[in-house]
Structure formats: C-alpha cells, structure tokens
C-alpha cells in the first residue's frame, strides 16, 4: 500500500514563474491537507480539501495561491508569481476521514531565485 | 483561536536517559492527538495517537493524556542518539476541527 505521493520533491523557479506541486494520497484515503514550513519554523495549515471541494483554505495566502482535488488524479497546490517567500517545504497529507490520523508526504522543497 | 503549545527546545538528554516532551493545547474540546516524529529535511512520522486519559505504550514511548489539565506529554525510554529529532505534538479540537500542529520541540540525546 503506497503512502502518500508529491512530486516533484525539489523544485527551482525564478521569480515571477508558477509553480504547480502534486500530492496522491494514500489509498482509500479522501481528505487532502496541504501544509507550508519554513526553515525551523513549525508547520502551517493552507489547506483542506476532499474530492472536488475546497473544505477549509484559512490558511491559504489571499492571492497567488490556489488549490484543487478533481475527481480524477492527485490534488494540486499552485503557486503564480512566485516570490523569493514562497521558498519553503509544502507538505501534503491525507486521512481516511477528517478527525482521523494524517499521514504526510515526502514533502516538495521550492526554491525561488 | 485554537492552540497547541509546546517548548521549542532544544532539550538535551544523555543517551539512556528518559526524555519528557510535553504540550498544552487551549481547546477543552479536543478528541484526538498525535505525536509526530520530524527528522532534518524530512517529513513528519506518525510515532504515537492518544485518544483517552492516562496512558499508552509502544516499545520505547510512553504517551501520557490528561484532559482535565489539557496536557499531553510523550516520553522516551532509554533515549538513542537516533531518537534526535524534532516531535510536534498534533491536537484535533471537539466537532468539525482540523488537526493543530504545535511549532515542535527539538531533541538532542548526547551519546
């Protein structure tokens, strides 16, 4: 049983580019969480999301950030216009249901230049 | 707003010792929590969920639960240097809550 996926796990743009990070959760799992850590800092709910609908994004920076679960294929979280503060280790999770044990994902480190 | 505290550290343990990491979190309502384990670079592990008072052992940890007090605590046996890492202490709060991680606290067991 594959545990949670995101690809890519390092990512490098340059100021002012998009960057789109992809998270499978584990089987049988329907409840996605998306979290940002900076260097030494602790970990910062962005997002909660199920199939099609966005559940909890009081998280989620205003502008530039988006979040999706479609039906078919992994959750995304898109970043627009990135800026140097955007550089930082998003980490995804999932459940089975929402009060219930999360299990994270390798995490994608994003570097911006 | 909802919080879970806990001490940033670092805390340092010889190795052998027993390590106490501990966190407090605001909400009375809290159901559910978790103990995870973060190495450098890493993701965070599931080492530990706790539901009700008292008690819970796997192996070398020990995790305590007192909702009165509004404290969770995680202890470690006979502490490796393997065991350096950071622990956040994760609290779901009563009805429709998402999980609040605390900022974690850094481990350091000294060989």
């Known amino acids: 049983n594959a545990g949670v996926m995101q690809n890519p796990r390092h990512l490098v743009r340059r100021r002012g580019q998009e960057a789109r990070l992809r998270c499978s959760p584990m089987?049988?799992?329907?409840?996605v969480y998306w979290y940002r850590q900076l260097p030494e800092e602790g970990l910062k709910f962005m997002v909660y999301l199920q199939k099609e609908n966005i559940i909890d994004e009081s998280g989620m920076p205003k502008e530039r950030f988006s979040a999706e679960f479609p039906k078919e294929g992994p959750s995304i979280l898109r970043i627009q216009q990135v800026v140097r503060g955007d550089s930082a280790a998003y980490f995804c999770?999932?459940?089975?249901?929402?009060?219930?044990?999360?299990?994270f994902g390798p995490g994608t480190r994003l570097l911006v230049l | 707003q909802k919080e879970v505290e806990q001490n940033s550290g670092p805390l340092s343990v010889p190795e052998g010792a027993i390590a106490s990491l501990n966190c407090t979190y605001s909400?009375?309502?809290?159901?559910?929590f978790f103990w995870y384990r973060q190495y450098s670079g890493k993701s965070p592990e599931l080492i530990m969920s706790?539901?009700?008072?008292g008690d819970k052992e796997d192996g070398r940890f020990t995790a305590q639960l007192n909702k009165a007090s509004q404290y969770v605590s995680l202890l470690i046996r006979d502490s490796q240097p393997s065991d350096s890492a950071t622990y956040l202490c994760?609290?779901?709060?009563?009805?429709?809550?998402?999980?609040?991680f605390g900022i974690g606290t850094k481990l350091q067991v000294i060989p």
């Open positions: 909400d009375r309502g809290s159901q559910s």
């Open positions: 994760a609290v779901i709060g009563g009805g429709y809550q998402k999980v609040t």
């Open positions: 089987k049988g799992h329907s409840h």
């Open positions: 999770a999932s459940s089975p249901e929402l009060q219930e044990t999360q299990y």
């Open positions: 706790i539901y009700s008072n």
